[in-house]
């Protein structure tokens, strides 16, 4: 095999050392936003530091409390259940590496009463933004939306219903 090129050596990827420790790296990380264990871990490892570095690092950082899938995912929830409906906050958690059950601990606070309230605003943007001639018309536009968003449907049906109703003086179905 003939050797490399000095032009070949100069493209080859060297591997990376990384500045400082894990711990280091992974406070600096904690401190721009949240993230769950198995996010962490994937980006140090990503960074160039070994597995027991890393280990080592997410082991003490659970310790300190900066680094809990519980409160990530209920911060999570919290965020972003205005625009989400319970089935796309599930599978951005599960994305994110979070178990299933910690998930399903997160969401449960969000109750069928506040899902409708986020269907409903939602819908209700949703719906300004167009003209529609009748409730079977926003139906069919706004509702799959709604549930491409996460919702049920008959949430996302009720909160069309819901936003028709203020909107119209009419009750076509």
Not at 54 to 79: I, K, N, P, Q, T
Request: hydrophobic fraction near 40%; charged fraction near 25%.
């Amino acid at each position: 095999m003939p050797p490399q090129s000095s032009k070949a050596a100069r493209r080859a990827p060297q591997p990376r050392t990384p500045a400082g420790t894990a711990l280091d790296a992974g406070l600096r990380l904690l401190g721009r936003r949240a993230y769950s264990r198995a996010e962490l871990n994937r980006k140090l490892g990503r960074r160039g530091y070994t597995e027991i570095e890393v280990s080592s690092a997410m082991d003490r950082l659970g310790e300190l409390g900066y680094l809990d899938d519980r409160a990530f995912a209920e911060g999570h929830v919290r965020r972003r259940q205005a625009g989400l409906g319970p089935r796309a906050l599930s599978a951005e958690l599960f994305a994110r590496g979070v178990d299933r059950q910690v998930a399903d601990g997160a969401l449960a606070g969000f109750d069928s009463q506040a899902q409708l309230v986020s269907a409903i605003n939602l819908a209700q943007r949703l719906h300004g933004r167009t003209a529609h001639a009748g409730y079977r018309e926003m139906l069919d536009a706004i509702g799959p939306k709604l549930l491409r968003r996460g919702f049920s449907s008959g949430v996302a049906r009720a909160a069309c219903q819901a936003v028709w109703a203020g909107t119209s003086s009419g009750t076509e179905a």
